[in-house]
Each structure stands twice: as C-alpha cells, then as structure tokens.
C-alpha cells in the first residue's frame, strides 16, 4: 500500500510539472523570426517551433522581445526556451537543447565603399568600431576572441543604421540576414561588402537547466520526426533556405 502510495505521489508530481507553461521567446531576426506586413509573427524557426508545439500538444504563445530580454529570462528560469540560439562551447552547459534548427555562418560587413579589406581578425581587431547585436553569438564569440572595439546595439536595425552613417567601420551579421536588414533599411545588398567569416554555428532551441529534461525530450523527438518525415525539409524549402539546413548536432566543443 505504501509504495502504491509513493506510485501515485510521483505521478502527480511529474504531471504537474509536465503541465507547468512554458514562456517561448524569440527576436526580431529575419528570415528565421520576424513581423511579416500584417504584424503577425512568422519566420522559418517560427514555423518549425510552432510544428513541433503541434506535435507535443502545445499551445504556449512564442513572444517577439529583444535578445538581452530573452537571455536574462532564460537565464533566470524556470521552464523558459529561447530561440534561435547559436550552441557553442561558452554556453554549452549552462542551458539545454532542442535542435539544431538551422546552421548559419556571421561575417563582418563593410559598407562597399570602404577603403579597407581585410584578410584575418588582426586586421578587423585595428578598426575603430565593430558593431554587434548585443550580448548575441557575435558579440560573445568576437569578445572571446578579444575584441576590444565592439559597439554594442539593442537591435539590428541600429547597426545597418550606424554603418550607412559612417558611425560604425563594419558590423557582423549572419550570412542569411544581412540582405532582409539592409532591405529593411532602404539599401540594396550591393552597398555592403562581405569582409570576413568568423564562426559558423548550429543554432538550438535554448531551454533553461531548471525545465524537466521530459520536456526537451519530447521537443527533441518531435524534431527528429519531422526530419524523418521531411516536414523540416519542406519548410526550408518554403523560404529557399536549403543552404542552411543543419547536419548532425555538434555536442563536443
């Protein structure tokens, strides 16, 4: 009778856990999670979030905030995801993952005008500002490797902003979104000029450590069927973003 008891208390329990909301945030980072014209959410990582909430029997709302907000909110926990989330060694332990989604490859940019070219992070180290998406993968991966002229912007927007300006000698954005951003601003692509890869990373659905490890689970199985059944594929496909589709998860960094 006792551990029929102690049966029942522990399944209670899992279900109230499993039951809890869980509070989704992404950002403002076209093609993958944007406001399309009629302000409604949308975006390729949107799109696979929302399939794999279908399949997992979700219905918790994904909410568009700035990337700081997010972070400091899955940082804080409980039950929090954030996405698009680029995996590295840095933040490999300190969340959980649901992924990879999508894999992308930053670069710094030029306006196409500039004078200068560079061939290695020496020579992007000597300019007088970088601007990076604050506390994103670029900033953090560009500080790592010790970059002391970075300037910090809340969103996007500010940095293609800055750069046509002429406040800001390069900024580093993703392969995929630098078109969409310049667009955005009024600009043509050919104005811009790719100057230099630095990383090239996964990008997860980050969870917070405190989220029951069932949740990531079931997220991750779901995933994985909608590999096997090319549903992900699909939706690639649907944004012309094939280039991007992710190979197998990198775990060891």
């Not at 992308?104 to 306006?111: A, G, I, Q």
């Not at 029951?212 to 594929?233: C, F, G, H, Y």
Request: charge should be negative.
């Amino acid at each position: 009778m006792q551990r029929t008891l102690v049966f029942f208390i522990l399944l209670i329990f899992n279900f109230s856990i499993s039951a809890q909301n869980l509070t989704i945030y992404t950002e403002e980072d076209p093609p993958l999670n944007y406001l399309d014209s009629n302000s409604r959410l949308t975006g390729l990582s949107v799109e696979i979030v929302r399939e794999i909430q279908r399949r997992v029997a979700n219905s918790d709302p994904i909410q568009l905030v700035p990337w700081v907000r997010g972070l400091n909110c899955l940082n804080s926990g409980p039950l929090v995801m954030l996405f698009s989330m680029g995996r590295t060694a840095e933040r490999n332990e300190a969340y959980q993952w649901i992924g990879p989604i999508y894999e992308n490859t930053y670069l710094l940019y030029s306006l196409a005008t500039a004078s200068f070219q560079l061939n290695n992070l020496d020579e992007a180290r000597q300019l007088r500002s970088i601007g990076v998406y604050n506390n994103d993968i670029r900033d953090q991966i560009l500080s790592t490797l010790g970059f002391t002229n970075l300037s910090r912007q809340v969103n996007n927007e500010s940095l293609i902003r800055m750069l046509f300006a002429g406040r800001l000698d390069a900024i580093a954005a993703s392969k995929d979104g630098i078109g969409p951003l310049v667009k955005k601003a009024g600009h043509s692509i050919e104005e811009v000029r790719e100057q230099l890869s630095f990383l090239t990373a996964q990008l997860y659905i980050g969870v917070s450590l405190d989220t029951p490890e069932s949740i990531v689970q079931a997220w991750n199985e779901a995933l994985n069927e909608m590999r096997s059944d090319a549903t992900l594929l699909t939706i690639f496909q649907k944004y012309q973003l094939e280039d991007y589709y992710p190979g197998p998860a990198i775990t060891a960094f």
